[in-house]
């Protein structure tokens, strides 16, 4: 089915370093999601972004829905241990409580 | 607010038997239940779409016979595997949705058919 194109697929950072991941579609949402999953558990909701052009933060995250709708962004700023995981961005042509589409994810490691 | 439950967390069955796996909205009626299906090192697989009261909806693929959905009421949703097979040992995910909010997913069941 269909796919958005998230990356990088991996990162390995130092705490306390700033970590960015975006998502591309070749196709319009008009949401974007982004989850995070620990090992084991099902996904987290971070942040949910509903107009084009939006940025959003939740703490140290930080995300943007892109203008043209095919894309977004998450960063994290000043990493800490227990931000490892798996983080998944998702699409959607409502608000979100459709069917979603989701990226392959971007899994971070962050070393102490 | 927003808490999705599963039950049971994890499950171990012999091959041929059926296992019933159950997803609760603890705080929000959910008109909308998804069930999705995850591999190791994999994204998130919609299996099906569940509005309650009336027949999931069933991605292309899935067989509907051996994953049968049942959403009774606003807060319950179940996924029954039946006749289980090892090729059927995953991680299976639910999620909740109200009309008005996005989906909420509950902590997974993992899955293992000896």
């Known amino acids: 089915g269909q796919q958005l194109n998230q990356s990088p697929q991996s990162m390995f950072i130092q705490e306390g370093e700033d970590v960015s991941m975006n998502c591309t579609s070749s196709?319009?949402?008009?949401?974007w999601l982004w989850y995070k999953q620990d090992p084991g558990e099902g996904p987290v909701l971070l942040i949910a972004l509903y107009k084009a052009g939006e940025l959003t933060s939740n703490g140290r995250l930080t995300a943007q829905f892109g203008i043209t709708r095919k894309d977004s962004f998450l960063n994290i700023s000043a990493s800490i241990p227990s931000d490892v995981g798996i983080y998944f961005c998702?699409?959607?042509?409502?608000?979100?409580?459709?069917?979603?589409?989701f990226g392959k994810g971007t899994k971070l490691t962050v070393n102490p | 607010g927003a808490v999705v439950s599963q039950h049971p967390s994890r499950v171990i069955c012999k091959s041929g038997t059926s296992v019933k796996i159950e997803c609760r909205s603890l705080?929000?009626?959910?008109?909308?239940m998804f069930w999705y299906r995850q591999f190791p090192k994999q994204s998130l697989m919609l299996m099906a779409t569940?509005?309650?009261?009336?027949?999931?909806?069933?991605e292309q693929g899935v067989e509907k016979d051996k994953f049968l959905i049942n959403h009774a009421s606003l807060t319950l949703s179940t996924l029954t595997v039946t006749s289980a097979h090892p090729e059927d040992s995953s991680f299976y995910i639910c999620?909740?949705?109200?009309?008005?909010?996005?989906?909420?997913f509950g902590p997974g069941t993992r899955l293992t058919v000896l």
């Open positions: 999620s909740a949705s109200s009309a008005a909010d996005t989906q909420y």
């Open positions: 196709s319009i949402f008009n949401t």
């Open positions: 705080d929000f009626q959910a008109t909308t």
């Open positions: 569940s509005n309650e009261g009336s027949k999931a909806t069933y």
């Open positions: 998702a699409g959607a042509d409502q608000g979100g409580s459709e069917k979603l589409v």
